[in-house]
């Protein structure tokens, strides 16, 4: 009998250690591989496929295989004015969120015992309203006729929505935009990496006399440094696409906004105003090249991948 129960027990644990969680042994890991397999589907087939026939667009001449398109678009009168804009807008958009989006998570991780769910969500907010939504919005908020903010606008002497956004406003404006849109999202994430540093450590520097200021700057954004890295990647690959906000501003203003401001909106009018597909295709791989560049600076500099 006690060899029958020895056997017995020998069996339940060996079906028991089969079993994650209810499901038979095997099963996560084919989950795993199935929505892997989608995510690599979709990126060859939306990412990967798109940049190799615009590589090959942009190669492309009558001759064979070239650089002519290149020479051709940096030749051209708006190219290098159309990348300093987007330097302009990324430079002040990115300085700006990373400040703002850590300081704002610090602060609502140091007071989530006060700050209630509903007011961490109004952060988040914003988000929901990307793209044309966004910007037809941020239309009414910066006319000083109808503002909410006319107070301010007044104050600097704007009287109609074509002094807002005066070519030299422009960066500051989209910028404006861009982090309204974008940094509620990334507060949340940020929070939630706030929540995975361990109380014991905390309450340890609090107990060695740390002020919240410094267990912030020595503790708390150390331990986040790879989000913040995350985002400034992310984030740049995003601001260095504008298009839509530009787009719509160059319409509302009859042509204020140039319909070559951004890099993206070049290879736009390239494509469907001058019918230079190739051309176009050459404007996007430049910004595929700087894209990959800059991530793999920060990625390199920021230590994203090393294991600590």
């Excluded at 087939?45 to 064979?64: C, D, E, F, K």
């Excluded at 989000?227 to 203003?253: C, D, K, N, R």
């Excluded at 105003?273 to 996007?284: K, L």
């Amino acid at each position: 009998m006690a060899v029958s129960d020895e056997r017995i027990s020998a069996r339940r644990r060996r079906r028991a250690g089969g079993q994650r969680g209810g499901l038979p042994a095997g099963t996560s890991r084919t989950a795993g591989y199935f929505f892997v397999a989608i995510y690599v589907v979709l990126l060859l087939a939306l990412g990967v496929a798109p940049a190799v026939y615009a590589i090959a667009l942009a190669l492309s001449t009558s001759g064979g295989v070239g650089v002519s398109h290149f020479v051709d678009t940096f030749n051209f009168f708006e190219f290098l004015p159309a990348f300093e804009h987007i330097a302009e807008f990324e430079g002040i958009w990115l300085a700006s969120q990373t400040v703002f989006v850590v300081l704002l998570a610090l602060m609502v991780h140091t007071l989530k015992r006060r700050v209630s769910t509903a007011f961490r969500l109004i952060f988040y907010l914003p988000g929901a309203m990307a793209g044309s939504a966004s910007a037809i919005i941020w239309l009414f908020m910066f006319t000083p006729s109808g503002s909410p903010f006319a107070f301010i606008l007044h104050g600097l002497h704007y009287q109609v929505l074509s002094n807002t956004v005066q070519p030299s406003n422009l960066p500051i404006v989209f910028a404006i935009m861009a982090f309204f849109t974008g940094a509620g999202g990334w507060i949340v994430i940020m929070y939630g990496a706030l929540n995975n540093i361990p109380d014991e450590l905390i309450e340890a520097a609090e107990i060695d006399g740390s002020s919240a200021l410094q267990t912030a700057v020595r503790i708390k954004i150390p331990l986040i440094r790879k989000w913040i890295v995350y985002m400034l990647v992310l984030s740049f690959a995003a601001g260095s696409q504008l298009f839509v906000e530009p787009q719509i501003l160059g319409v509302a203003t009859n042509g204020q906004v140039p319909a070559q401001w951004s890099p993206n909106q070049l290879a736009y009018y390239l494509a469907f105003q001058q019918d230079s597909f190739n051309n176009a295709a050459a404007v996007s791989v430049d910004l595929l090249v700087i894209g990959l560049l800059v991530a793999v600076l920060l990625v390199w500099r920021g230590r994203l991948f090393e294991v600590e």
